[in-house]
């Protein structure tokens, strides 16, 4: 089946400091790949995606680059603000179905 | 356009009772979804709806949780009777018939039973 493997936190980090959160996975066929973000007290929403191999997705200074040859579709941001503190979630869809990761909760500090 | 409503918001139950949540896709968003998510871990697919039709209920504990989408559109989750590890916050999401597109979120139900 699908599944989907993202580093663990929390991850604590200082203003403008460089934000690397890793994801594995595991698909058949050819999954779109996706990063939620959900900030505190509020649902979950949709950071950047990537639908192909290669692909790369951003947002808001976040990248992730679709890798198939890795299996991987690590976070990147270079300069991480205090209002970057949040949860964020790895997730993956194929044949419609949609699994996440386990979260992994970074809180920035100024 | 409107997101995914849900309600309620919160909800605070003895176990043993029951308790249901009402969800509201995106207009013309085919695919419903239904997650539990226990604080500190990622979400957990509880059940797919394809239209009124059910895709994926794997992981629904049946003997206790039910969910119907009548008509294709709104959709409702119901756990009788309820035990303590249900405490959670259970989120709908809804998703167009394109397959790479992503999954909208509603705010989710905190649910707390005691």
């Known amino acids: 089946g699908n599944s989907v493997t993202q580093m663990e936190g929390p991850v604590t980090l200082s203003e403008e400091a460089f934000l690397t959160i890793n994801c594995t996975y595991t698909?058949?066929?050819?999954?779109?790949l996706f990063w939620y973000v959900q900030y505190p007290g509020e649902g979950l929403q949709l950071l950047l995606k990537?639908?192909?191999?290669?692909d790369k997705g951003s947002n808001k200074g976040f990248e992730a680059t679709y890798r198939k040859e890795t299996t991987s579709f690590h976070l990147e941001k270079g300069s991480v603000q205090v209002s970057d503190s949040a949860v964020y979630f790895c997730a993956l869809t194929a044949d419609y179905k949609l699994s996440f990761g386990a979260g992994t909760t970074v809180t920035v500090r100024a | 356009e409107a997101g995914v409503a849900q309600s309620p918001r919160y909800k605070i139950i003895e176990k043993r009772q029951s308790v249901a949540f009402w969800c509201n896709p995106i207009?013309?968003?085919?695919?419903l979804y239904w997650y539990q998510q226990i604080l500190g871990q990622g979400p957990k697919l509880l059940i797919q709806?394809?239209?009124?039709?059910?895709?994926?209920d794997s992981q629904l504990p049946k003997d206790r949780f039910s969910a119907e989408r009548l008509k294709g559109v709104d959709s409702t989750l119901k756990i009788q009777p309820a035990k303590l590890e249900d405490s959670a916050v259970y989120l709908c999401a809804s998703r167009g018939q394109q397959m790479n597109t992503e999954a909208f979120f509603g705010q989710g139900t905190r649910l707390t039973v005691v």
């Open positions: 698909a058949t066929g050819y999954p779109s």
């Open positions: 990537a639908t192909k191999a290669d």
């Open positions: 709806f394809q239209n009124n039709g059910v895709v994926d």
């Open positions: 207009s013309g968003h085919a695919t």
